[in-house]
């Protein structure tokens, strides 16, 4: 690797991480509980301390995708798959950590308007210098 992309897979890392301590702070649990993958399509999990009243065996999970944004997920449990429940209806793949919660505060409501079935494609893969700069 050249130490131009070093440098941006470095930055990339370190401001991505950062939005996702604020995101994770603003759902009421700390940094600890997220990881990152910086690949192409660059995603994330956040580990959520709740459970949906209607799976109650399943932990809650908030997932990232560079492509889509946020989704709801129930967590992968005894071996079973993680299921999305609902991506964010958002217009983008940055929204604020307030809109990231009000999205939360919706599914746990059964409110449905926050939320999409499907994943819609709000950018496309790669160039994370653009990312970079909206995440400073």
């Known amino acids: 690797m050249m130490d131009a992309d070093l440098d941006v ?6 401001a991505l991480r950062g939005y996702l301590a604020r995101v ?17 399509p660059a ?5 959520l301390d709740w459970r949906l009243g209607r799976f ?3 932990d809650l999970a908030l997932l990232w995708h560079e492509e889509h944004g946020w989704s709801a997920a129930l967590d ?7 299921i999305v429940l ?3 209806e958002v217009q983008d793949v940055l ?5 990231v919660v009000k999205f939360l505060a919706a599914l746990r409501a059964e409110d449905h308007s926050a939320g999409r079935p499907d994943p819609r494609v709000l950018r496309r893969a790669g160039q994370h210098e653009e990312l970079i700069e909206r995440l400073a």
């Open 24 to 40: 994770a702070r603003a759902a009421g649990v700390g940094p600890e509980s997220c990881t990152v993958d910086l690949g192409t």
């Open 86 to 88: 609902a991506y964010a």
């Open 56 to 58: 109650p065996g399943r």
């Open 43 to 47: 995603s994330a999990y956040i580990a």
């Open 95 to 99: 929204p604020d950590p307030r809109t």
């Open 9 to 14: 897979h470095h930055r990339f890392d370190r």
């Open 76 to 82: 992968a449990a005894g071996g079973q798959d993680t």
